[in-house]
């Protein structure tokens, strides 16, 4: 009879795990709010199924069926959808996660590579666990999460450095989800700083040191976007969608979008109306803001 033994050195509970916050599953039904965000985890996105476009760090990546996405925390991001092939995808949410990738980018997309089929895999058992509420699912979440992470380690094409995740004070947080909650309003230093019960020096201070721009700004990038949803999805006029996005100025709504997106509210309708008339090409996919 022969015999081998191996024996495990390493001791995994000493190691700091990725860990599973959340799954969750999302279709376009043209009733899709997507503007510029971010987390203080890394989010994992896998596409069952369309064409769509990533907006990442003001980069913007086109993406389709059993494409696989990574966005570390803090790294401002949004998701469109073309009209004609609707995005359906899964996203895990996941602590203790956090890499840079090729070119030292804080983001991959990985298309058309062999590990895509075991990192499909991995998304859609956990999916399935999730739904199925069986006994200790949360157990086997978290083991096919680490596998889905041990995989993408392998990957020759990929490499992978490990970082620390940036420290994004609860307070930045809080103040980033207010404006993001409140746009459509007349928010400003002295609004955020009444609400929060900070000075508006402090405000300005930790906002900018955690996101690398001032509150007020991440304000106008937030109403911009909300303006280029309407300017896309809606018949309104420009001055209805500057009221609506929340700019109590028409002129100054057409001189912050000129600025972020190089163009005029309505050179942007009509560019968005030229592409979606052109065939095979994304809805979405007009210029963006910077």
């Known amino acids: 009879m022969s015999f081998t033994r191996y024996q495990i050195e390493t001791n995994l509970r000493d190691q700091k795990l990725p860990s599973l916050l959340y799954v969750s599953y999302s279709k376009f039904e043209h009733d899709w709010p997507s503007f510029p ?35 570390n925390p803090n790294i401002v991001h949004t ?22 990738y090729q070119d030292e980018h804080e983001y991959l997309i990985i298309s058309d590579q062999a590990c895509l089929p075991d990192l499909a895999n991995y998304m859609t058992l956990i999916y399935k666990e999730i ?33 620390n995740a940036v420290n994004c004070d609860r307070e930045c947080l809080q103040i980033r989800r207010y404006i993001e909650n409140n746009y459509t309003t007349n928010v400003n230093l ?6 929060f019960n900070l000075s508006k020096s402090y405000i ?27 300017l896309v999805t809606t018949d309104h006029s420009i001055t209805e969608i500057a009221a609506l996005a929340g700019f109590f100025s028409q002129s100054y709504f057409a001189q912050s979008f000129q600025k972020h997106c190089h163009m005029s509210p309505s050179s942007y309708r009509q560019a968005y109306v030229a ?11 007009v210029p963006g803001f910077t």
């Open 79 to 100: 998701e469109w959808s073309s009209a004609r092939h609707p995005l359906e995808y899964l996203i895990l949410g996941v602590e203790n996660f956090n890499y840079l």
């Open 190 to 195: 002295e609004t955020l700083s009444h609400h």
């Open 131 to 163: 739904c199925g509420l069986a006994d200790q699912y949360q157990l086997v979440c978290q083991n096919l999460l680490e596998n889905l992470t041990i995989s993408l380690r392998r990957q020759e094409g990929i490499i992978l450095s490990k970082i």
């Open 37 to 71: 965000h971010a987390h203080p985890f890394t989010e994992f996105y896998y596409i069952i199924s369309g064409k769509g476009e990533f907006m990442i760090e003001n980069n913007h990546f086109p993406v389709e069926k059993n494409d696989f996405v990574i966005v």
């Open 204 to 230: 300005v201070r930790i906002f900018s040191h955690s996101f690398g721009f001032s509150p007020i700004s991440y304000l106008n990038r937030v109403r911009i976007q909300a303006s280029r949803e309407l």
């Open 275 to 285: 592409k979606n008339q052109k065939p095979h090409v994304l809805m979405d996919a």
